[in-house]
């Protein structure tokens, strides 16, 4: 009984539940919006690399090259206190967008690797039917691209949402932040953290079950 | 019909077909056989442009459809063609595949192009597999349904580069029969093909390539039966 007590004591009383709840709203707001902006500039710039244009491609090759090349604490703190932090916006704002251009990056990869894995022949087929170029993409060879990519895709979500906890760096008040203020305001570091950790695990092994789910339906069309 | 006229194709230093000149009139059934490396899917491929000729003409229906400025597109819903591997679209049903194009190109409505498309799938003896996936199926039911998108768009020829190659014995005669039965409706074809017997029986003229260019042709009793060129006569003696 006397964890029970402890855990009350450090991790409920005084309203500090409401911290957890209110950061893991916050952990949970950045992560989807963040995967939307990416998935968005992911596909984007994925098509500006397969383009045959050398300015698209080579736009698209400095954006993941940057990206992918910088901390992302490093990118956070840039478009805090740089880029963004002049304009007086929200941090939290301010977070969402740096986490959605950063994951873009990653999304851009994967997706440009998911459209060169479908066979020439797809578009061969696609196009010999009268299919435009556009067309050919969008009803052919996206979705099995999608389909082809969804595993590493949903990797990239749970990094990214094992990634929000970055925010602190930019005082944003996270999952991660908030576990960190109890911690210094009940000068005890096992509950919070534990606490915390829990709930991150049980964020991502949560959806690591729910994508494998969806990517199970999705093979439907796989059975031989 | 296709008036092809002194085709070029080079992949970098390596000539692919030299300089053929060719015309398929509407209803012919010209089979072009040729050893591996001939240029005969090269040529078929360059008929509706997936490959980009290097230099010569290309008319379609009196268009020049090398021409800069031709909608390829356009063109292309005339010509249907049919893959050595298929390529069905595995993530659609036999059904959405058959639909796909009337129905993104709209040429016809949904409920116009799913009753065409099963009465395409009632022709080619499959319609119990409307609505399975392509994975479900044999190859040789795999390159009928092929032959169903095609002629989906209603096309004015049909172009086939190696229909049977990629087969099991046992179902090159199913995809051969369907053929056979598209030729006897009238439909212009250009097979490029190693079934020797299906140029016997169904062709109206043997082209023969070797090296880029065609090197003879004729009727196929006469293809046949009385070789001209020593190439031909050295192919034929191989495969025959």
């Not at chain 1, 994925?46 to 992918?68: F, P």
């Not at chain 2, 639909?99 to 065409?116: D, I, N």
């Not at chain 2, 043997?206 to 020593?230: A, R, W």
């Amino acid at each position: 009984m006397q964890f029970f007590q402890k855990f009350y004591d450090v991790m409920l009383a005084k309203g500090r539940w409401e911290l957890i709840v209110q950061g893991l709203g916050t952990t949970i707001l950045i992560s989807v919006c963040a995967i939307l902006i990416g998935t968005l500039l992911g596909c984007l710039f994925a098509l500006m690399k397969i383009s045959k244009s050398r300015i698209l491609h080579g736009i698209a090759g400095v954006y993941t090259t940057v990206i992918r090349g910088i901390p992302l604490a490093t990118q956070l703190m840039i478009f805090a206190f740089v880029v963004f932090g002049p304009l007086g916006w929200d941090k939290l704002l301010i977070a969402i967008i740096g986490f959605g251009i950063n994951s873009g990056a990653y999304v851009t990869e994967i997706i440009r690797a998911g459209i060169e894995g479908v066979d020439i022949g797809q578009t061969e087929a696609g196009r010999s039917l009268g299919l435009n170029r556009t067309q050919t993409m969008l009803k052919i060879v996206l979705p099995q691209a999608v389909k082809a990519v969804l595993p590493t895709y949903t990797s990239e979500f749970i990094a990214l949402i094992k990634e929000t906890s970055v925010a602190s760096f930019i005082a944003v008040m996270d999952l991660n932040k908030a576990g960190d203020m109890i911690r210094n305001a009940s000068y005890n570091a096992w509950y919070p953290l534990f606490t915390v950790a829990v709930i991150y695990l049980i964020l991502t092994f949560g959806l690591t079950k729910l994508f494998g789910m969806i990517e199970r339906r999705l093979a439907r069309s796989d059975r031989g | 019909m296709i008036e092809v006229k002194d085709l070029f194709k080079n992949y970098g230093e390596n000539q692919v077909l030299r300089g053929v000149t060719e015309t398929i009139h509407q209803g012919e059934k010209v089979v072009v056989i040729g050893p591996s490396g001939s240029g005969k899917s090269t040529f078929l491929r360059c008929l509706n442009l997936l490959e980009q000729p290097s230099s010569g003409e290309i008319w379609f229906e009196g268009q020049n459809i090398t021409a800069k400025g031709t909608d390829i597109d356009l063109v292309r819903r005339k010509m249907g063609m049919v893959f050595q591997h298929f390529n069905l679209f595995p993530h659609l049903t036999i059904l959405q595949n058959i639909m796909l194009a009337p129905v993104t190109l709209k040429l016809q409505t949904k409920q116009g192009a799913e009753e065409y498309a099963r009465e395409l799938l009632e022709k080619i003896s499959l319609p119990d597999k409307a609505d399975t996936y392509p994975a479900m199926l044999s190859g040789g039911q795999k390159q009928r349904v092929a032959i169903a998108r095609a002629l989906a768009m209603k096309p004015d020829v049909m172009l086939f580069d190696e229909p049977t190659s990629a087969l099991d014995p046992e179902m090159v005669g199913e995809v051969l029969s369907l053929m056979k039965e598209l030729a006897e409706s009238g439909m212009t074809m250009v097979v490029v093909t190693h079934e020797m017997g299906f140029a016997r029986e169904v062709a109206t003229r043997v082209l023969f390539m070797d090296g880029g260019n065609v090197v003879e042709q004729n009727t196929p009793q006469e293809f046949f039966s009385n070789p001209q060129h020593p190439r031909t006569k050295d192919f034929l003696a191989k495969v025959l």
